[in-house]
């Protein structure tokens, strides 16, 4: 027995994707990160908050376990960490925050001439667990990145995983995914709440 079409999960492209991302300024959205390394016994975990207090700018903002805030404007991105003075540095100096920019700002703005621009795109999946493959096309930022994948459900981008050249992968948890982490604390499978639409429900 198949099921009729009108059972079937209505199917995703791109632009049906990009079109729900979008989030006029200012915003905001918690963020828990695992960042691998080859002198840690285990991924260090990071909390914090994604804001984008008006169109140019992005801020990413640490908690724990240390305090420190990274605001991309234009070409440029400073960072301040606690104890330490700001440095300003340019962006062609930091294909990730490049990157980050390119693709989490141009998401929230809705841009999606500019995400084009940057990357390949390459949608699959349904309304309610939906993927979005982003190819650098920069060749800067492709000799660290090969690709960004988007992972989420109907209008909410729960999660963001980066496949570096060289290393591991880094997956970000966002917006009701990363609230669950941060419930959960140490207990919280990031892996599940990643590609699981539905863990964060649960």
């Not at 989030?23 to 016994?41: D, I, N, Q, Y």
């Not at 908050?49 to 070409?75: C, K, M, N, Q, S």
């Not at 104890?83 to 989490?104: D, H, I, K, V």
């Not at 795109?121 to 979005?132: H, M, P, V, Y």
């Amino acid at each position: 027995m198949t099921l009729s079409s009108a059972a079937q999960p209505a199917a995703v492209d791109s632009a049906w994707i990009l079109e729900r991302l979008a989030r006029p300024a200012p915003v905001r959205t918690p963020f828990v990160e695992l960042r691998g390394s080859a002198l840690l016994k285990a991924p260090l975990r990071i909390e914090g908050e994604y804001a984008r207090p008006d169109d140019a700018t992005l801020v990413r903002e640490v908690r724990a376990p240390y305090a420190e805030t990274t605001t991309i404007r234009g070409d440029e991105a400073t960072v301040a960490r606690e104890g330490r003075r700001p440095r300003t540095f340019a962006l062609s100096r930091a294909p990730e925050l490049a990157g980050l920019q390119a693709s989490f700002g141009a998401l929230l703005a809705g841009d999606a001439a500019a995400l084009g621009r940057d990357y390949g795109i390459e949608a699959s999946g349904a309304r309610e667990d939906w993927t979005l493959v982003l190819v650098p096309r920069e060749a800067a930022l492709a000799t660290s990145v090969r690709d960004i994948t988007l992972r989420g459900r109907g209008a909410e981008l729960r999660c963001i995983e980066t496949r570096p050249v060289e290393g591991e992968p880094q997956r970000t948890l966002l917006a009701g995914a990363a609230r669950a982490a941060i419930a959960e604390g140490d207990a919280a499978d990031h892996e599940a709440l990643c590609r699981d639409p539905g863990a964060a429900a649960r």
